[in-house]
């Protein structure tokens, strides 16, 4: 499958050492196969006059059976308590790879009331499921980006 991953350099040998910690699915290298998305996250990047580049992988889909993962097919109350305990640094999981929605801009402002606790789980879960998932996946070992993720090519945008 092709996926994409949007910044401001190209990222030719993709590591987790870069990573920022407490996001969606913790730890990792993220990549799309929507490459749209990918430009979006460029822009959060060309808005600060860096340039934007979106770098382009093969990601091998057997990934999902040969190591520990988990997939989310669309905004659920696992979802939310997952995306919960990697924001507060409290995952203590072992999965090598994490794929499903995207915690963007819309989905985020519901998400954060949650995490105030100014909204229930219940109501944050019922606004959700009228947004469209993006989708992202989460290599979070370095085993796994060596594995399963080869470098095709970056484009300028």
Not at 98 to 114: C, H, I, P, R, W
Request: aromatic share 14%.
């Amino acid at each position: 499958m092709r996926v994409y991953h949007g910044s401001y350099v190209e990222v030719a040998k993709p590591d987790i050492i870069h990573s920022r910690k407490r996001v969606d699915f913790g730890v990792g290298f993220y990549v799309t196969p929507i490459e749209e998305q990918a430009k979006k996250w460029c822009k959060q990047y060309m808005l600060r006059n860096k340039p934007g580049i979106v770098s382009v992988y093969n990601f091998e889909e057997k990934a999902y059976k040969e190591c520990p993962s988990l997939q989310f097919e669309s905004y659920s109350e696992e979802w939310l308590d997952f995306v919960f305990a990697c924001r507060r640094g409290q995952d203590q999981s072992n999965y090598e790879i994490v794929a499903g929605g995207v915690a963007n801009d819309k989905v985020f402002d519901t998400v954060e009331l949650y995490f105030e606790g100014i909204i229930s789980k219940k109501d944050a879960i019922g606004r959700l499921a009228y947004e469209k998932p993006n989708f992202q996946i989460c290599l979070r070992t370095q085993n796994a980006i060596d594995k399963y993720l080869a470098f095709e090519r970056s484009n300028s945008l």
